[in-house]
């Protein structure tokens, strides 16, 4: 079966993203990339699902013309809409010396469950 979709606040999207990626791996999915079904229903909201990979790659989504303004030197407020719920908040990323740590991950294999 797939990953169970998830609601998940914005701000630990990548995290769940990840765990999804692995669960869908050792389910034995290939060809698939995990990505996230929004709603702004009772607030924003995302869950985490499988995308046929055919669909997802190699795609361009452009901004509708309809969110830039007449002169298409600046964006309308349907714009600002949609992405305020992305771009909320710092990031508070680890650091050391002032710079970004990132995680150092040993390459462990995960055998698939029969």
Known sequence: AAPTARPRPTSTRR????KAAVEAAVA???DKMVAFRCTREGGYRCETVLEPLDIVANAEKT???AWINADGNGLEQPFIDYVLPLIQGVPR?????SLPRYARLKKVLVSQEA
């Open 15 to 18: 995290f769940w993203r990840g």
């Open 28 to 30: 034995g999915y290939s």
């Open 63 to 65: 901004v509708p013309r």
């Open 93 to 97: 990323a680890p650091q050391e010396h």
